[in-house]
């Protein structure tokens, strides 16, 4: 019965916001990293950020660094993914996934259905 649903995706125009939320069920999540990665048409899924549990480090991808901002509520098993300034290459299904301590690339305990932000130009 584990699960992790993605929300809040959608079509939003060029240097627009959207808001993504992970809400995970099933068990705790006590010691896990919690993220996001996304793929986009024809690219290899890629990492663009993650959050530990106990401290909030947060970490960014290069490309989203200043743009996005991830959070988590630790009582809520959820996560956030405030994404600012969106632009076209952000356009990809995002994944959020969920891993003891660290993220993966790949190998990761669990992961999200996906959800698709699509970004006009």
């Known amino acids: 019965q584990v699960q992790l649903v993605e929300s809040g995706g959608g079509l939003v125009q060029a240097g627009g916001s959207l808001r993504l939320s992970c809400a995970a069920s099933g068990r705790t999540f006590s010691n896990y990293a919690m993220g996001w990665f996304r793929q986009a048409p024809g690219k290899e899924r890629e990492f663009v950020a993650e959050i530990t549990w106990s401290v909030s480090n947060t970490y960014y991808a290069g490309s989203v660094k200043g743009r996005f901002t991830i959070s988590r509520d630790n009582a809520k098993n959820t996560v956030y993914l405030q994404m600012n300034s969106l632009k076209p290459e952000d356009t990809a299904v995002y994944y959020c996934?969920?891993?003891?301590?660290?993220?993966?690339?790949?190998?990761?305990?669990?992961w999200g259905q996906g959800t698709q932000v699509t970004v006009s130009s």
């Open positions: 996934a969920a891993n003891s301590r660290r993220l993966l690339l790949n190998n990761n305990d669990y």
